[in-house]
């Protein structure tokens, strides 16, 4: 069987995402693209009758992967994908092969300005942080993940922010993202973990950031380098999704990476 490579999206995404990316991998590996609860295709329980938290979802992946008879994978982590992924590969390190990173992060430093809001509701979760939260979920701002700071817009699908925004507006999905948007400073408190996981484990990484994204910073995207040796950084020219307007180049950067790491 070919490597495995567990495709894991963010805020406010989901496996769609990577609907480019998979074919250009499916030469080489086993893809796997999963939506996490509440995202996507997959199931939508209430925020009251299932607990929306970083752990649950990677405990959710975890089980999916061993229902799959997956043993040893690659993580591409987006976003909220970084949470579930070093969550994963901390329970796990024997499992993971590696990761590929776009745009997510393990030190404080790489939270860029939109993370003001999150703050604001871990202090003082009260109507109006609450309402400032969910205003991260109104059309406008998911069009602007997509847009702000693309290199070629023309590239980038409608397709993509609106069906985030699809998934988005389903009744009841907003109380599951406050959830998660106030259960993401466990993420925070648990870096020192994932650091501490990368500088003992020492996982190859290649980093493929959108250098113009304005929700991660660069300091986010350089900071890998300071705890693997084996860490690869490619700043690309495009936003938070840049993988919509460089799917070939990362699919090509990823199959060199792991060629050169262990010859696939």
């Given at each position: 069987m070919n490597p495995a490579i567990i495709l894991l999206h963010g805020f406010p995404s989901s496996s769609h995402m990577f609907r480019n990316l998979i074919p250009?991998?499916?030469d080489r590996y086993?893809?796997?693209?999963?939506?996490y609860p509440g995202f996507g295709n997959s199931s939508m329980p209430k925020a009251d009758s299932f607990s929306y938290t970083f752990e649950?979802?990677?405990?959710?992946i975890e089980e999916l992967l061993h229902q799959l008879c997956i043993s040893k994978y690659i993580l591409y982590c987006h976003d909220y994908g970084g949470p579930v992924g070093f969550r994963l590969a901390v329970r796990q390190p024997q499992?993971?092969?590696?990761?590929?990173i776009q745009n997510a992060v393990i030190t404080e430093e790489g939270l860029g300005q939109p993370f003001d809001v999150f703050k604001a509701l871990w202090s003082d979760p009260n109507p109006q942080t609450k309402a400032d939260f969910a205003a991260l979920g109104d059309y406008e701002f998911?069009?602007?993940q997509y847009l702000y700071g693309a290199c070629h817009p023309f590239l980038i699908s409608p397709d993509g922010y609106n069906m985030d925004q699809f998934f988005l507006d389903r009744p009841g999905n907003a109380d599951i993202q406050l959830a998660l948007g106030y259960d993401y400073q466990?993420?925070?408190?648990?870096?020192p973990i994932w650091q501490h996981y990368l500088?003992?484990?020492?996982?190859?990484?290649?980093?493929?950031w959108g250098k113009n994204d304005f929700i991660f910073t660069l300091q986010g995207a350089y900071a890998f380098q300071s705890y693997v040796t084996y860490a690869e950084t490619h700043l690309l020219c495009g936003g938070h999704?840049?993988?919509?307007e460089a799917n070939y180049a990362i699919a090509n950067l990823i199959k060199s990476f792991f060629c050169r790491m262990y010859g696939f």
């Open positions: 250009l991998l499916a086993y893809v796997i693209a999963p939506d649950n979802l990677s405990l959710i499992r993971i092969l590696g990761f590929v998911t069009k602007k466990t993420n925070v408190e648990q870096y500088q003992m484990y020492q996982p190859p990484i290649l980093v493929t999704f840049v993988l919509e």
